[in-house]
């Protein structure tokens, strides 16, 4: 293939040879003609940092040397890109930040250092006059970042609704589509090799505020630390649950929402309040309130939520996952596919590579910035204003449900829909369903203080939000 | 905004005034400070053509002069970017030329010139060293394009399936929620803005092969001909289809549909056979097939479509659009959104001018060059194998079913599920509808001739084929 007027190859340095690590490595090797003819020149694996050399792969290494020193790679002037697909904040950060600092590029699929890291890696990388691309690091094979950063540029973004977990997601539509409970559930997605043997990350919702994080930062040009997002698993969801919310006309999803809050001054213009990053504006935060003006606030959150049947994040189902995003200008957008997966996460690895060789073919770094728009308060979950799904079993017996009702009046919560079914003779018990009208967070949790504290409230089993996208 | 030391601002000449003209121009006024912020400099209108200067406008135009000379825009050694928005081939094809030889990049949202000679201008720029963007070709506010050159670089592309036509969804979507039949549908379509008063382009099928062949180019660096398009349009659908079709568990979509088939050799490496334009492959077409090779075919349809109910598409409604890409590595993606409209098409107009931008900031362009991998020869219509749903009407009296059988039968067509329910005793007339199994539409068309002339057939009413997303 090589011609003798073809530009050098492109030399990657690979850190981490997992299960994405080994299918970037199959690829880079199986389309190494296709990509050669895509980016004018080849790309070789120049060396690849693993953690133990002697452990038997599922192919050998073509061209590349093993190595058990990250120097040997971050270090190595005759490496261009750096692949980082170790996982993990150390000490990932720091080999990303070595490589910046010593000229390489940077490819990385690492949510851990990009949601917590993120603006001050690509400030570093601005500084150094390389690239930083992270697009695997969310939503496997499903173009986000390139999404965000380009082709939404000139949209205000006002929310973004997202199943950003494939684990969680498979174990709620087996729960939702053949009445499994959650322990089963879970056991069938580890057997499956979909969940991990400890799932606290995926079933806790952790994981998925680290991408939520990442999104949103790129949605409102801001950082948004996966800390500050309010966070609920799945792991008190029961199979009665999902009968109930299909009969109401909903299903049930881990969503990961973000949405932007305009201050007093009106719809807001983000952009036109954001500033490079070089000028200095990023420890700055957003600009005070004045008498006129408040400023944007965020909410961002990923909990159990019920979503209406008849759209189409309700049909995303099994290990899939999507991202509904509103614009100001697009109205909404969907982006739907497999969220991990050596296959996908390697297809954008290798799409990033791509794109990284067509900057160095041209000569540029950079070619678009990053803006910073300031840190966005975050508004306490307390301010929450939405409507509720609460399942409940109470003493079977006259006055409960008045009692009830009762209390969350007193709350200043209106039910708008009640279902009574299933009763437990034995424990002269009834299992109860509510619906309320859109309610604050602040009185319903204080409700449900006050209920768990009735002696006719059995159990206070479940309490899911209900997204409306009006 | 302007500092003393704020490179010079990017001159836009803009081609055509209608509602995504004015959109754009409303945009990019609106928007100039967030738009400066993204580029680091800001955009001026320098000039607009518009075709009756004298008309009224919904508001004056900023930094702009009206003119009705073309050349006063392509002419212009001040304009950095025309943005051609006339739609139609003649004469904003050969504007776009004439811009590209006067090096001016070109924003452009003309599916016509786009799919009809979008290989040869994207040859031009290269030779000009300029860039042509088209992101609002296809899809209004969906990124397809940039999608298509970057994110899923790394794919093999087997297969496109996509609603790219709002109108004709809007309609279908009517006669399958409502009942309604297909004239008050394309009425109230009509009324509300979505149809043309000449609605052939929509109905037929037209404007969908004009998008499909701008994608399936895309999708495998070939240049397909919106003429090489197989098509059928929604006008023959009624009602009743709508009814059997969902009992069946199935929806019917207008489909763009694109495939590629391997050929004799195995599963193909389209990018390793092909070759940069300016190594003049272009004319040269697929390598000959060899006693060992046989060249891939890509199939390219627009017919209504039978699709099953549980897929994310058939969930797709209203004006809204959706394009599901199968790829080698990413297995199945979907994107959604608006497919039409002032403001999405504006989104993706001004995305186009902020990435040119930033190249003209970089100095670079043909940043990502257009591979084309020569021409691919498509499969004929006759040759397709799939599934089918007939609905006919018959003499209403003995035997009548198994003759028809019988007819299918001698065409090695099996049938896979027959329902009969209404009749019509005036008529002595029975509703007859067929799901056949896997067959070939040459021994299907066949059977419908021999049908026709039956004398037990009183009407072929609706024949659709079935897509199984297998």
Chains 1, 2 share one sequence.
Not at 124 to 135: F, K, M, N, Q, W
Request: charged fraction near 20%; proline fraction near 6%.
């Amino acid at each position: 293939m090589t011609r003798l007027d073809a530009p050098p190859p492109i030399r990657i340095g690979l850190l981490g040879f997992g299960v994405v690590g080994g299918g970037v490595v199959r690829l880079l090797s199986q389309k190494a003609g296709a990509i050669a003819t895509e980016i004018g020149r080849s790309i070789v694996l120049r060396r690849v940092l693993v953690r133990d050399p002697g452990r038997s792969r599922p192919f050998d290494l073509p061209e590349g040397d093993v190595t058990t020193d990250a120097g040997a790679i971050l270090d190595d002037p005759e490496i261009d890109v750096v692949v980082e697909l170790m996982g993990g904040v150390t000490p990932a950060a720091e080999y990303i930040r070595r490589a910046i600092r010593n000229r390489k590029h940077v490819v990385t699929a690492n949510k851990d250092v990009m949601a917590t890291q993120g603006v001050d890696i690509l400030q570093l990388a601005r500084e150094h006059g390389v690239d930083v691309y992270y697009e695997a690091s969310v939503g496997g094979g499903i173009p986000l970042i390139g999404v965000f950063r380009q082709d939404l540029v000139a949209n205000e973004v006002h929310q973004v609704h997202a199943i950003i977990n494939g684990t969680t997601n498979y174990i709620l539509s087996r729960m939702a589509g053949d009445g499994v409970d959650f322990g089963p559930a879970l056991a069938e997605a580890q057997s499956l090799g979909y969940a991990e043997s400890d799932p606290t990350a995926d079933v806790e919702g952790i994981d998925a505020t680290y991408k939520l994080a990442i999104l949103a930062s790129l949605a409102f040009r801001t950082q948004v630390s996966p800390a500050a997002v309010y966070r609920e698993g799945i792991a008190r969801l029961r199979a009665a649950d999902f009968r109930y919310a299909r009969e109401l006309g909903y299903v049930i999803k881990l969503l990961a929402i973000a949405k932007r809050h305009p201050g007093a001054r009106g719809a807001g213009a983000p952009g036109a309040r954001s500033t490079p990053l070089t000028q200095g504006a990023r420890d700055g935060g957003a600009p005070p309130p004045t008498d006129e003006t408040a400023a944007d606030e965020i909410e961002v959150r990923v909990h159990p939520t019920l979503v209406p049947q008849d759209i189409l994040l309700a049909g995303v189902n099994g290990v899939f996952n999507a991202v509904h995003v509103r614009g100001d200008l697009v109205g909404d957008v969907l982006f739907y596919g497999r969220g991990a997966g050596a296959e996908p996460t390697s297809s954008a690895v290798v799409a990033d590579i791509v794109d990284v060789a067509h900057n160095i073919n041209a000569g540029v770094a950079n070619r678009i910035p990053f803006h910073y728009a300031g840190r966005l308060p975050i508004r306490p979950i307390d301010r929450l204003e939405t409507r509720y799904y609460v399942r409940l079993w109470v003493a079977d017996r006259p006055g409960v449900l008045g009692q009830i009702a009762q209390v969350f009046g007193d709350h200043q919560i209106s039910i708008a829909s009640c279902i009574q079914k299933e009763t437990d003779p034995s424990a002269e018990s009834a299992e109860l369903v509510i619906i309320t009208h859109p309610a604050r967070e602040a009185d319903m949790q204080a409700s449900l203080s006050t209920l768990e504290a009735l002696g006719t409230v059995r159990e206070l089993s479940t309490m899911c939000r209900i997204e409306a996208f009006a």
